[in-house]
């Protein structure tokens, strides 16, 4: 296998200069330059197509996310945003994301060469990822039959879902819970995404489904009818308060190279709830959640690992299978079904 062409697209010469060296130093990795923005860009493109793009949102002459649909159109290729953390920023950047961008490098408005300097493994990584993605899986599941029900908060149960999901989980998870009727099972999330971005995350997908998706909170109550997403830089985990379930929201170390980590919030599933809980790893770069899915599974947890046809990359999930810790393997189609009759298994 040849090495992955990648093209970086950033007004800023300083990004372009680092993130050059820092790929560069990856011998998986070739850059086939670097430019200004997405006109020069497009004139670079036409002699050779890179396999990766890292994308800059706010360009001149044409933003990153107008460039983004014109290359998803023409010739869909996977595109890394590498953009400033801000408020406004977050919002542009998750919109792209959306529009189909694979994953996020965030850089801050001070301190940036050091800050790339420093996190130069992880703009390789996230390339890497990239390069594995296969864009055309990003359907939407079918939709479980729906029940009328109204969409209210029941009384808390002591059955619960643990998902765990990386590159390519926004568009899964939208596919997902989207796909859920209102009397759906607690649901508690790990989606890799950072700070600022996993609140609009929960925002948008809360006005899409049918059930209640909200960031969680230290101290939110596991409920039917409710998700409950990690905040981005910081862990989950579950916790009992009585007969209910609550989760923890707090700093720490990263684990596994991520905060939130799947590992962290499955492990305390797995602790917390043991046979009482389903555990679902979706696609994603690496193996966050592999050990604490086999943790779930020992623990008399029901478990299933994405399909590797259906993963934008196929990472968490092989490394979860390879452990032993997926009772099966299937689909993303199949996971809203899948999980609605696991509900049915436990009684809940």
């Known amino acids: 296998m040849g090495k992955i062409k990648v093209l ?4 800023s010469a300083v990004v372009r200069q680092v993130l050059t060296e820092q790929l560069q130093r990856d011998p998986a990795i070739e850059v086939l330059g670097a430019a200004a923005d997405p006109i020069f860009a497009q004139k670079r493109m036409q002699i050779q197509w890179p396999d990766v793009i890292v994308l800059d949102i706010e360009m001149p002459r044409m933003d990153g996310i107008t460039f983004l649909k014109q290359i998803m159109a023409q010739r869909p290729t996977p595109v890394v945003i590498c953009s400033t953390l801000t408020e406004k920023g977050a919002e542009t950047t998750f919109s792209a994301m959306q529009a189909g ?6 850089k801050p408005k001070a301190g940036l060469k050091d800050f790339l300097q420093d996190s130069g493994n992880d703009v390789a990584s996230a390339v890497k990822a990239a390069a594995k993605a ?3 899986n ?20 002591q059955k619960l879902i643990a998902i765990g999901t990386s ?3 926004t568009q899964a998870l939208e596919a997902v819970l989207t796909a859920l009727p209102s009397v759906s099972p607690a649901i508690v999330i790990v989606q890799h995404m950072p700070e600022k971005f996993t609140s609009m995350f929960a925002q948008r997908l ?42 923890h929201v707090k700093d720490g170390p990263l684990v596994n190279r991520h905060k939130p980590s799947v590992d962290v919030l499955f492990k305390s599933v797995a602790e917390q709830a043991g046979s009482n809980a389903v555990g679902f790893i979706l696609t994603g770069m690496g193996d966050d959640g592999a050990r604490g899915l086999k943790l779930m599974r020992n623990a008399g947890a029901l478990t299933f690992a994405q399909d590797e046809a259906s993963c934008v990359v196929f990472g968490m999930p092989k490394e979860a299978i390879a452990l032993d810790g997926a009772d099966h393997v299937i689909p993303l189609k199949k996971v809203p079904n899948a999980i609605m009759q696991s509900v049915e298994a436990l009684h809940i």
């Open 8 to 11: 970086i697209v950033d007004d």
């Open 101 to 106: 961008a694979v994953s996020i490098i965030t």
């Open 134 to 136: 296969k864009l055309h």
């Open 138 to 157: 990003s359907r939407r599941a079918p939709v479980c039959e729906q029940v009328s029900a109204p969409r209210t908060l029941k009384q808390t149960t």
């Open 167 to 169: 590159t390519g989980g």
């Open 206 to 247: 809360d006005q899409l489904c049918n059930i209640q998706v909200k960031e969680a909170q230290h101290g939110d109550r596991v409920m039917p009818g409710l998700a409950l997403i990690a905040p981005g830089g910081k862990h989950m985990s579950l916790h009992r308060n009585g007969a209910q379930y609550i989760v």
